[in-house]
């Protein structure tokens, strides 16, 4: 079953900061983000496994909710580069065969 | 190096052809997957391959056929194909078929069935 992300757009000043969510209705293993550009390939960004650690890279971080079943994508400071569509890709399981489910995407527009 | 590339860039085909798109990556990753991605849509898994050896088919029609000849190459041999199989077919691979293990997809190749 597809994970749910919200919002499924959003439009932000340069400087400003986003949330986004995916939320699973089963149990997972792992989240997976990755970001596409439009016409381009999905960029991988981060993983997130069963244990709630949180991780980050350069303004973007992420946590994972176990109980929940949710993962947060934390876009801080958004620069122009940020533009593109967020997608959360989740596993149950890790060993089957690092089968991702993606969630409908988050289109995301920085403006100067 | 953590390029995956595919040919063509683009294809058009009618639907009693037949014709082969082609993945190849050289970073040793040992799991290999085509994804199918309608537009405005997320990637939707199709095939994986793990070892060479064919793991998982997410009850693709038989007019879609995989083939790993070796653990740098994939291939989707496309026979028969339906105007609503146009879409962008993409190729992504990682170093382990384990769901710890990042993929790293290609620039994918955009396909029109007429």
């Known amino acids: 079953q597809q994970p749910v992300q919200s919002p499924q757009a959003v439009i932000l000043r340069e400087g400003e900061d986003a949330v986004i969510n995916c939320s699973s209705s089963?149990?997972?293993?792992?989240v997976h983000w990755y970001r596409q550009k439009h016409g381009e390939a999905p960029v991988f960004l981060m993983i997130?496994?069963?244990?709630?650690e949180q991780k980050g890279h350069d303004k973007i971080s992420a946590s994972f909710n176990e109980k929940k079943q949710q993962s947060s994508l934390y876009l801080t400071a958004s620069q122009l580069s940020y533009s593109g569509t967020y997608f959360c890709?989740?596993?149950?399981?890790?060993?089957?065969?690092?089968?991702?489910?993606f969630g409908g995407g988050t289109r995301v527009l920085v403006k100067p | 190096d953590t390029e995956v590339t595919q040919t063509p860039k683009h294809l058009v085909m009618g639907m009693t052809n037949k014709k082969s798109l082609k993945c190849e990556q050289h970073?040793?990753?040992?799991?290999m997957y085509w994804y199918k991605q309608k537009a405005k849509k997320p990637p939707e898994l199709m095939f994986v391959?793990?070892?060479?050896?064919?793991?998982i088919n997410e009850s693709v029609p038989s007019r879609f056929s995989p083939e790993c000849p070796n653990s740098s190459l994939l291939n989707l041999h496309l026979h028969a194909l339906q105007p609503e199989d146009s879409a962008l077919y993409l190729c992504?691979?990682?170093?382990?078929?384990?769901?710890?293990?990042?993929?790293?997809f290609g620039p994918g190749t955009r396909l029109t069935v007429t």
């Open positions: 890709g989740t596993a149950v399981h890790k060993a089957a065969g690092n089968k991702l489910t």
């Open positions: 970073m040793g990753h040992r799991a």
């Open positions: 997130l496994l069963k244990g709630g």
């Open positions: 391959y793990s070892y060479e050896k064919l793991s």
């Open positions: 992504a691979s990682s170093q382990f078929g384990l769901a710890d293990y990042e993929q790293y």
């Open positions: 089963k149990a997972l293993y792992s």
